[in-house]
């Protein structure tokens, strides 16, 4: 299957070699950037402003010489796009009538589609755009005769594939972006979900910054993909200069960018996700509402429909990033940034729910695990900023049938340097008088572990802190992370599925391991802090609820439900997106399918880093599609606590409303 039968469009956008006031060499140099996209399988090809002739002509746009050859090109570009798929979109001065329009034309399969005029015309500092051309408004005709036959003229055009659902492709010209509402905005309430600009923009110092921010923004604003263009090398430089920028965003997000300064043509390429824009505009409804203010000028839009072609043939492997860890920068930087905000959001929620019930004190249990270790630090945090004394942080560590000698021990040194008051509660007695009330095996002494067992010991655990919590006057800090919600792998009401606030559940264990190695980084922790800190972020996932068997291997979480970098990945597309299975396993193996490939958190050891095949993922994503669909009686009860990111709260309060009894029927078979 290629890329877009799972909802992509492939995006191009060329930067040749300006040939000032050539047309016949711009024509060629622009045929050949069209075959290479045809060959890279886009489904658009984009090319800067007046590329026909140059931007940077002047007066010579005006001569009838000039005009001429424009148009000759403008034919050999239309028949050279015979049996080729792209749209393309051309730059060209466009006499219509008695006036002189600077136009987009939008060729595609040896027919001219549209012409779309430029709407504002730039008229100060080094523009004389006025100079030349009239803008949009003033063109008193719909439609213009071109190459003999009569196509589409104006700014109401969204040139839609009749074979890929979701590409409708408005274009604009230059400083139709720059102004305060660009023609692309209406074109986006109308439907377009990919905007092409085709600029000129000659480069001064600072402009690729603020372009970035434009396009980025704009795409944004619009929840849509924005192409956007610049002319480069060959261009007059006579007063200016100009470096070629062609960046593609979608949705906020920069794709791919060219090199600034080439003096050789370019063609960048990029995957835009058409059901992304999809899911996402139909989620914000407030985008809905302002399609109603503007629905007299929506409305006016016209489609022109062509058909791509033989998509099925087209490219399997995507060209753009897929991230292994979606809720984890890979950057550095933005990581720490990251991490930052995730310890501030879990203080701040923690504070206000202090100040709110009027207590100083909370209660937690702390196995030396990752989880209850986050929820211990963000408490510590907490009081430090409130300055209320750590001692009031009452933390618990309670070893079961199955707690390690290592475990335990690394939860004393925890709660010790932090300086929280800590207590070990041996919880095997109270958990052997329940299991022999209930008759259970293992009070004779067999070795019997099963589901009673393991939940025995967890709802003792929260049992006993949500008394000390009415002995002691506090909270109870849940410790479960999004993660563990996801898949159900939390024990239902007395258990650690429920606390009084938990900072933790939005939270996701592939963003837990990383919020741990960068707080060690921060170097704020005394020496014994970070020591067990490292010990933790390199100890198996266990609940240690099951002893180890005769080979002393000890119970792996990760053995049981599958890899949580598996599962985080799965989760966000799934209830961010909404995704299908398929895209989803299909996206999955484009990100892990080799780990010698694309970009990982530079904390991450080479030993840390995997991969998986088609086969692993298909089978972790039916488990955590069967997990996720079966245990969502337990996230409609789930505690309050802070919501974290965007794509990372299953709260039935916040962003997953869902009934408990709906089965994975129509998941699974789209897996298949």
């Given at each position: ?5 799972h909802?992509?469009?492939r ?5 040749p070699?300006v ?41 010579l746009?005006?001569q ?7 148009m ?17 979109a ?9 006036a002189?329009?600077?136009c ?15 709407s504002?015309?730039p008229?100060?500092r ?5 100079r030349?051309?009239a803008?949009?408004?003033d063109?008193?005709?719909d439609?213009?005769?071109?190459g ?6 104006g700014?109401?055009?969204?040139f ?22 660009p ?7 109308a ?5 092409v600009?085709?600029?000129?923009s ?9 372009r ?5 923004g ?19 430089t006579t ?11 979608e949705?906020?997000t920069?794709?791919?960018?060219s090199a ?16 992304r ?33 033989d ?5 399997p492997?995507?060209?753009?990033r ?13 990581r ?12 701040q ?11 100083t ?15 211990l ?13 750590r ?11 199955a707690?390690?000698s ?10 010790d340097?932090l300086?929280?008051s ?8 109270s958990c ?5 009330d ?9 070795p ?5 067992f393991e939940?025995?010991q967890?709802g003792?655990r929260?049992?006993h ?15 479960g ?17 429920m606390s009084?606030y938990n900072v933790n ?9 990383h919020?741990?190695?960068?707080m060690?980084d921060?170097g704020?922790y ?7 800190l490292?010990?933790?972020l390199?100890?198996?996932i266990?609940?240690?609820l ?10 792996s979480?990760?053995?049981t ?8 990945f ?5 209830t961010?997106?909404g ?8 996206l999955?193996e ?13 904390m ?5 880093r ?6 692993t993922?298909a ?14 009686f337990?996230?409609?009860a ?7 990111g965007s ?24 897996l298949?």
């Amino acid at each position: 299957m290629s890329v877009y039968s799972h909802g992509f469009a492939r995006i191009a956008a060329a930067v040749p070699l300006v040939a000032l006031a050539d047309p016949q060499r711009n024509a060629e140099r622009t045929i050949a950037l069209i075959q290479q996209a045809h060959t890279a399988d886009a489904a658009l090809v984009v090319f800067p402003e007046l590329g026909l002739c140059g931007y940077s002509v002047d007066d010579l746009v005006q001569q009838d010489a000039l005009g001429d050859a424009v148009m000759a090109a403008l034919d050999e570009i239309v028949e050279a796009t015979l049996g080729l798929r792209p749209l393309v979109a051309v730059g060209a001065p466009l006499r219509v009538d008695d006036a002189l329009f600077n136009c987009a034309i939008l060729i595609q399969d040896g027919q001219i589609l549209g012409v779309t005029p430029k709407s504002y015309l730039p008229n100060y500092r080094e523009f004389y755009e006025q100079r030349y051309f009239a803008a949009a408004r003033d063109a008193v005709v719909d439609s213009v005769v071109l190459g003999g036959q009569e196509v589409p003229f104006g700014t109401d055009l969204i040139f839609e594939a009749a074979d890929l659902p979701g590409f409708r492709v408005h274009a604009e010209v230059c400083e139709d972006s720059w102004v305060p509402i660009p023609p692309s905005t209406l074109a986006s309430l109308a439907g377009a979900t990919v905007l092409v600009n085709l600029s000129g923009s000659p480069v001064t110092v600072g402009k690729e910054a603020y372009r970035e921010a434009l396009v980025t923004g704009q795409s944004a604003r619009c929840v849509a993909a924005q192409v956007y263009v610049a002319s480069g090398f060959g261009e007059s430089t006579t007063d200016l200069a100009w470096d070629g920028d062609a960046l593609i965003a979608e949705n906020g997000t920069l794709l791919a960018r060219s090199a600034a300064f080439a003096m050789d043509e370019q063609l960048i390429v990029t995957d835009v996700d058409l059901d992304r824009l999809r899911q996402e505009r139909a989620r914000m409804i407030s985008l809905r509402d302002q399609v109603g203010d503007y629905a007299a000028a929506v409305r006016d839009f016209r489609r022109i429909v062509f058909t791509l072609g033989d998509l099925d043939d087209a490219d399997p492997d995507l060209r753009r990033r897929v991230p292994r860890y979606p809720f984890v920068p890979t950057s550095e930087a933005d990581r720490q940034q990251r991490c930052r905000e995730v310890m501030n959001i879990q203080v701040q929620g923690l504070a206000q729910r202090l100040r709110a019930t009027g207590l100083t004190r909370v209660l937690i249990g702390v196995s030396g695990g990752l989880d209850s270790t986050l929820a211990l630090l963000a408490a510590v945090e907490t009081f430090d900023r409130l300055g209320l004394d750590r001692t009031d942080i009452h933390a618990y560590t309670m070893p079961g049938f199955a707690t390690a000698s290592h475990t335990l021990a690394r939860s004393h040194v925890l709660m010790d340097s932090l300086g929280v008051s800590g207590t070990e509660l041996d919880i095997r007695p109270s958990c052997l008088q329940m299991l022999a009330d209930l008759g259970h095996p293992f009070a004779e002494g067999e070795p019997v572990y099963d589901v009673t067992f393991e939940n025995v010991q967890a709802g003792e655990r929260t049992s006993h802190l949500f008394r000390l919590a009415n002995h002691l006057g506090g909270i109870v800090l849940g410790t479960g992370d999004l993660s563990e919600l996801a898949l159900g792998w939390c024990t239902y009401g007395v258990g650690d599925q429920m606390s009084h606030y938990n900072v933790n559940g939005s939270v996701p264990k592939s963003l837990i391991q990383h919020q741990i190695r960068a707080m060690i980084d921060a170097g704020s922790y005394l020496p014994e802090t970070t020591a067990a800190l490292r010990e933790i972020l390199a100890d198996v996932i266990t609940p240690e609820l099951i002893p180890p068997g005769e080979d002393g291997a000890v119970q792996s979480t990760e053995d049981t439900v599958g890899p949580y970098e598996l599962h985080d990945f799965f989760l966000y597309y799934l209830t961010r997106f909404g995704y299908r299975p398929a895209k989803i396993a299909y996206l999955a193996e484009q990100a892990w399918r080799d780990k010698n490939t694309g970009h990982w958190p530079s904390m991450m050891a080479d030993d840390e880093r995997n991969e998986y095949d088609a086969a692993t993922i298909a089978r972790w994503l039916e488990v955590f599609l069967r997990r996720f669909m079966a245990n969502q009686f337990k996230r409609t009860a789930m505690p309050n606590g802070p919501k974290i990111g965007s794509g990372g709260s299953l709260s039935p309060r916040g962003d997953w409303r869902a009934p408990s009894d709906a089965p994975a029927t129509v998941w699974l078979d789209g897996l298949k």
